[in-house]
């Protein structure tokens, strides 16, 4: 069983910042976190979930272009725990913020820009709120 716990969100005025963490727990993802593969997704109101941005087993990381040097994802693999960092905070990043894990990750950019493009990630946290005004 895997859980994953989104913390960090609120309401932010543009161009402030705010850091999202995801806890992992469970003992399939606590064993085996550093191989996992995780992600940070959002979905607007009205819109599809698209992603923000991936990062895998070997600290390859991909970003969805809107969010290209403002956002920062990382993983701390003592922690179990996924960030991600964002700066430069504009209205159009207002979402709900979604944590997603993936036992099947492969060591490759492409690879993970797909997995985070087609949503292919087997786990998924409840999300947080990120309003930008």
């Known amino acids: 069983h895997v859980q994953l716990v989104e913390s960090g969100g609120g309401s932010v005025q543009a161009g402030g910042s705010l850091t999202l963490s995801c806890a992992s727990a469970g003992y399939t993802i606590s064993t085996y976190y550093r191989v996992f593969c995780m992600g940070w997704f959002r979905q607007a109101p009205g819109k599809g979930r698209e992603g923000v941005a991936g990062?895998?087993?070997?600290?390859?990381?991909k970003y969805a272009d809107s969010v290209k040097g403002r956002f920062t994802i990382s993983k701390d693999n003592a922690k179990n725990t996924l960030y991600l960092q964002m700066n430069s905070l504009k209205p159009e990043d207002t979402a709900l913020y979604y944590c997603?894990?993936?036992?099947?990750?492969?060591?490759?950019?492409?690879?993970?820009?797909?997995?985070?493009?087609?949503?292919?990630?087997?786990?998924w946290g409840q999300g947080t709120q990120v309003t930008v005004s």
């Open positions: 990062i895998d087993s070997d600290g390859t990381i």
């Open positions: 997603a894990a993936d036992a099947t990750c492969y060591t490759n950019e492409l690879k993970l820009a797909a997995k985070v493009s087609k949503r292919d990630f087997g786990y």
